[in-house]
């Protein structure tokens, strides 16, 4: 446990100790006396920062509790010391910024510290510092400490996760099964099951995976997650989002959880709807939830998962609904289980090391969380029976006479001790999300470099070890992936279990390294301490101003997190946090509406600012002397409705990402921002010429996203076209990634066909609306692409599909094929062939098709091929004779593991459509690997006509 709270401390002392070494250079010119004090400060918290390593390595039990008391006082010192340099580098460069061109300023800069009362603090700041090195001295030897200390588990930062679904599927084939048949019933009847057992039992991946394997056709499916204090606002709209983009669309302007409920009853009612309701802990939840999901004959199903017997039971009243228990794996599965994660096989394991891990699983009962947590936990240990028996020892003294529930805790305990301080430190960070939030894996590590929980200097660098950190932690299976890139190697996205953000949040709270609004209230009373990290999880309408006068002294708040719908404190209380002159992150996920941004500008170490989503309704400007953050890296304004940018934006010299609505005038001036390197989405049509010029000089940009339909009504539309194409050309020879979204043919064509013969480095790309036959010569040169997005107009014809075919390092591709670019409708039917020539490295293809047309994969096509999902419209009478719109899918490589089909029809076509689909699965059952495979099916109402070429409207574009 002590190893929790010192990572919090070693973590804020590192950086502390950076900035003081930074003071002592001549760029500062310190009075004597404050140098002096400076130095003192820097001496002492190195010597202090040495047992505060040494503590990290120690139990919470070896540790005396006069210790544990010093090093709590040490972190609060070392956070103040932060905030005094913080505010002092703040001054001065506010000063300076002031009196650029008076000489006698530079005098003032040298007694800034005096004039603004820093020599006091200094001295005052000193005193605590001599204080709390003279306790250590007498409470905690550190000789002794060097002696006992054992020796550090030596981890490699690089190890890369883990990604192995057989791992958590073990088990799960006899339960899939029956539940299954519990579903099974009448054509029209509706059915519920409910599925409960303690946490990490595994009920969730159980519930996925029946989810999976059901084939049926559902007009409608949905997963949620309710969570222990559910935002029902929330839940309802991610069904929504799942059921019905349009109504999904519409619902952002419903305030009230009766207006969703109305809406979710009117989209359901007349569907045959499969939903996956996900973590229920009450009674009071569920009848939410089920008072949104209509009863109906059209053979709809729900499945739940919940801790409770009782809740189960009220998820099977008044219906035809059945309860499983989930029960704990087998010794067998157990074991499966165990050495997956440690080997290729059970087979690999050396027999000296067989009868080790029959011990340490039976003190796993059988919990497939807790199994995995402790095979994580040797993972990267030498696989002897000394070491593993060491580890047994440890198990059996922390679980021995506890509940199998408590045994997972203390098991995770373990695996939190066996962490290296700097990972605790992030671990504990996670706890800022709240349950079942969906954790974007790029903006983790943006907030970790922010929040100053990764060393260095070298901000690239520092992001590349924060992934570094969180492959561990996921290779530990502390944290789990639920997204992965085309590589298999790069997480996207991913979540905490339950039962341990449980733990982390319990952790985190004891250490003050996290306060938490729970909807409940806050997770500690901080009447007395000072809050460091402040994260707002659920609505807090009915209390705000009791909260407000909580955290109206935030002089010490380093990073605000608000979610959920949390408009009233965000629009009313933001003054509160005017006295932080310490915050790093703003990060606001919450549905906000009619307010600006104009406060950011006191945040003068901001780092981080995201106002998040689509629900920043109302707001319009920023404020017009945002130059004031210097230190800004990341500015995400794409949940923000502004008209424009200041144009002291370019004057944030440090700022590496921007992210607008394309909405967004941008100043002429964007030459000036060289360290950026993402910027999003720009609409060039609205910029000025002398602004895309500029775009063109920024030579260390990466990522680039624009909005280009070379429609733009000008004077001098030729010159703004050249300079369009000149500068897109140009930042085409050092982009890793470009998107074109809005792209008419011609301005796409315009700039492939000016792009220099040299392969650039170009590893991502989206294209709308290319004409496949004109660009490919330009696509083929795209040696280095991995992942590739377009909309073809016209035919694609062999010849381009040989094009795309032939890349060498393409792992994802998504087509969508519409007709040519004058809406011609006549390419009614065509057949496109994948060969076993090409695609060799594919591992994701998604094809939609806005015309009727058929794919064939021939024997060996995509032979590495991991995720297939076709969108098929079929408008009218298909030629079935000649095999229906897919063929030889049992053709694919033997990687295949995921099929999902959704075919859009007129209701007229029904009955040949359910034909279609059960040659669908016909041949995905011959596959030899079994693939999952999803078959989903509309209808629309209206006339059949032959030459009806329209998309139905509530379509979204299939993304990569």
Known sequence: M??????????????????LAAMLTEKYKLAKDIERGIRFLHEELSSMDAVLQMLAEKDDDQIDPRAKDWRSKVRELSYDIEDCIDRFMLNHSQG???????RKAMRKVKTLFKDGGIAEKIRELKSLVSEQSER????????????????????????PALFQEASDLVGTDAPRAQIIRLLKCEEKQHKVVSIYGIGGQGKTTLAMEVYHKITEAFDCRAFVSVSQTPDMKRLLRDIL??????DFDQSQMLETVEQLIRTVIECLKDKRYFILIDDIWSESAWDLVRSALPVNDNGSRIITTTRSKAVANKCCTGIATQMYEAKPLSDEDSQRLFFTRLFFSGDDC??????????????????????????????????????????????????????????????????YFDLPHHLKSCLLYLSVFPEDHSIDCRRLILLWVAEGLIPGQDRESMEQLGRSYLNELINRSLV?????????????????????????????????????????????????????????????????????KTIKNAAHIRSINIFGFNSVL???????????????????????????????????????????????????????????LQHVETLDLRGAYLENLPASIMLLQKLVRLFVRDSVHLPDEIRNLQALEELSMINLDIQSEEFIQGLG????????????????????????????????????????????????????????ASCVPTPPPLQKLLLNTINLNRVGPQISSLVYLSRLHIDVYGEAGKEGINILASLPMLLSLTVNLSNDEDGDSSILYARHAINRQGFQRLVKFNLCCWREAALEFEPGAMPKLQRLKLRLWARCQFKFGEGGLVLGLQNLGLGLKHVAVDVDCWAAVADEVEALEDDIRGAAAMHPNGPTLQVERKHYQGFMAQGCSRRPSDHAMVEA
């Open 96 to 102: 300076g910024s002031k009196a650029n061109f008076v």
């Open 350 to 415: 050396h027999p000296d090391l067989r009868k080790v891990s029959d011990d340490i699983l039976k003190k796993c009962c059988g919990l497939p969380l807790a199994i995995i947590s402790i095979a994580g936990l040797l993972a990267n240990r030498s696989k002897t029976v000394e070491v593993w028996s060491n580890v047994l020892r440890s198990i059996a003294a922390a679980v021995d006479k506890d509940s199998p529930i408590d045994k997972m805790k203390r098991i995770l305990l373990l695996s």
């Open 697 to 752: 000089d920024l030579t260390n940009l990466k990522v680039l996203e624009i909005d280009w339909s070379c429609s733009r009504k000008l004077r001098d539309m030729e010159g703004h076209k050249k300079a369009c194409i000149s500068t897109v050309s140009r930042l085409f020879r050092h982009l890793r990634e470009l998107r074109m979204r809005g792209s008419g043919p011609d301005a796409t064509c315009s700039f492939m």
């Open 241 to 246: 989002s799942q059921i019905s983009k349009s």
């Open 2 to 19: 002590a190893e929790m709270v010192v990572s919090a401390a070693t973590s804020v002392m590192g950086s502390v100790i950076g900035k």
């Open 570 to 628: 965000v629009k009313k209380h933001a003054s509160e946090f005017l006295n932080s002159q310490v915050l790093r992150v703003l990060n606001i996920e919450s549905q906000v509406v009619g307010y600006n941004l104009g406060h950011v500008k006191s945040f003068g170490q901001l780092k981080y600012l995201r106002a998040a989503g689509h629900q920043f309704i109302g707001v319009t400007k920023l404020p017009k002397d945002i130059e004031k």
């Open 136 to 159: 250590g001295k007498r409470y905690y030897d550190i000789n002794q400490c060097l002696l006992a200390s054992p020796q550090p588990v030596l981890l490699d930062p690089r190890a």
């Open 480 to 548: 789990q992936p639920t997204k992965v890139g085309a590589d298999g190697t790069t997480v996207k996205q991913c979540r905490v279990h339950d039962v341990i953000l449980e733990f982390i949040v319990s952790k985190a709270v004891e250490d003050n390294f996290v306060t938490i609004w729970n909807g409940n209230g806050f997770s500690k009373n901080y009447s007395s301490n000072k809050i460091r990290h402040l994260s707002i999880q659920k609505d807090i309408s009915a209390r705000a101003e009791e909260i407000a």
